[in-house]
């Protein structure tokens, strides 16, 4: 099995996620995924679900790579949404409920008990996963078989 270039899936899936373009109800195209992520950057919606059958459209061998690797994939498509959401804010998000308040209270008093030059230890930093305030998940295409839960391999 070829090794992947993880860096050109990242540069894929930025290039999906802001190009994809869909067409609603009345034959009008919108950029299916920049809506999501707009809403996800105010935090409106929690829950982001990609169709695989869309990344296939635009690139065949990322579909085939997130079938066979969907936690690693998951975990990259997180980064890739991460560093794109404040591209997408329009407004200022205050906080939505407590957790909101202890993150933002956490960072400022890290950032405040720092001085520029200090050297911090990678091991006291915030893992992104707990930082994160959405979920993502992916929907198997559409000419694929289910399977029964009797059937999945491990």
Known sequence: ???RNYTEDRTKIVDFLSGFVSH???GKKYIKYGL??????HREQVMLTIDL??????????????IHNA?????????????????????????KDILDVYIQHRLKMDA????EGEYR?????????LLRRFEIYFKNRSEK???SVREVKS
């Open 145 to 147: 078989d289910q399977l």
């Open 121 to 129: 230890d990678p091991k006291n930093q915030y893992p992104p996963e």
């Open 36 to 41: 999501q992520l707009t809403k996800l950057a």
């Open 71 to 95: 936690r690693r994939y998951t975990t990259l498509f997180g980064e890739v949404i991460q560093e794109m959401l404040p591209n997408y804010k329009t407004q200022e998000v205050g906080p």
């Open 53 to 66: 059958d869309d990344i296939a459209e635009m690139f065949e061998e990322l579909c085939d790579a997130i």
């Open 1 to 3: 099995m070829p090794v």
């Open 112 to 115: 405040t008990n720092h001085t």
């Open 24 to 26: 609603d109800s009345t």
